[in-house]
Nanobody, 121 residues
Framework: QVQLVESGGGLVQAGGSLRLSCAAS????????MGWFRQAPGKEREFVAA?????YYADSVKGRFTISRDNAKNTVYLQMNSLKSEDTAVYYC?????????????????WGQGTQVTVSS
């Protein structure tokens, strides 16, 4: 099993920045790609960004968000800049054992509990 714990969420004004972290523990050697998803109130969970040997972003965050990983710390980061009110959501970290990036929720076996990001306008 792999355990994922997100941190770094909070309240920020529009135009501001936040950096989310996702610390992985357990059988991390079995995981390859990591991803971030988000779920806004009343909406379905959606893909945000993922990283394997490459990175991939949703169009809505491209150019504003950056995903990175520190393998020595088993941690993935999501740097969020130029935040907008529509970025308000619970952000979830996910990990998958298969090689390569997936933009689909069912492509990931392990999930964190989520961290709230609220952007005030």
């Amino acid at each position: 099993q792999v355990q994922l714990v997100e941190s770094g969420g909070g309240l920020v004004q529009a135009g501001g920045s936040l950096r989310l972290s996702c610390a992985a523990s357990g059988r991390t050697s079995t995981t390859n790609a990591m991803g971030w998803f988000r779920q806004a109130p009343g909406k379905e969970r959606e893909f945000v960004a993922a990283i394997a040997w490459n990175t991939y972003y949703a169009d809505s965050v491209k150019g504003r968000f950056t995903i990175s990983r520190d393998n020595a710390k088993n941690t993935v980061y999501l740097q969020m800049n130029s935040l907008k009110s529509e970025d308000t959501a619970v952000y979830y970290c996910a990990a998958r054992e298969a090689m390569g990036i997936s933009t689909f929720q069912n492509g990931y076996e392990f999930w964190g509990q989520g961290t709230q990001v609220t952007v005030s306008s």
